[in-house]
């Protein structure tokens, strides 16, 4: 019985998020990864092999790294998100592009004693 509501209370979160489709991945995800591989193979694949005369090949060849690129980075994004809350990685991610300056994130990130300024008694 400790285990029925145990499955009813996970219920609700797991029908907020998209399913995983491929290694742990969802459908979103898939496409990202599948878009940011062909716009970085193809393009490369192409003025390579057009180098030699085999431009068409190019295509070709750029489509079949980008697959090989998506499978690979799907494979990363699970082990990386294995254990982690929904959401982590994505997370991690704006963390880093705020690290480098790239994007601005909106979040506070400092440790230490935090005072509310609602206690009426002195320290």
Same mark, same amino acid.
Request: aromatic share 6%; glycine share 10%; proline share 4%.
């Given at each position: ?5 145990? #499955? !009813? #209370?996970?219920? &609700? ?8 489709? /491929?290694?742990?991945? !969802?459908? !979103?995800?898939?496409?990202? $990864?599948? =878009? %940011? /591989? @062909? ?5 490369? =694949?192409?003025?390579?092999? @057009? ?33 982690? &809350? %929904? ?12 690290? $480098? ?9 400092? @440790? ?6 609602? @206690?009426?008694?002195?320290?």
């Amino acid at each position: 019985m400790a285990q029925l509501r145990h #499955e !009813s #209370e996970l219920l &609700p979160q797991r029908l907020n998020t998209e399913p995983p489709v /491929f290694r742990g991945c !969802s459908l !979103s995800e898939i496409l990202t $990864l599948a =878009c %940011i /591989f @062909s716009a970085l193979m193809i393009p490369v =694949c192409i003025v390579l092999l @057009s180098m030699v005369g085999y431009a068409l090949m190019g295509v070709g060849i750029g489509v079949l790294l980008a697959m090989a690129g998506t499978v690979v980075g799907a494979t990363f994004l699970q082990k990386k998100k294995r254990g982690r &809350p %929904i959401g982590y990685y994505r997370l991690q991610i704006l963390l880093l592009l705020d690290k $480098l300056g790239i994007r601005k994130m909106d979040l506070t990130k400092r @440790s230490g004693k935090w005072v509310i300024g609602r @206690s009426h008694y002195e320290q």
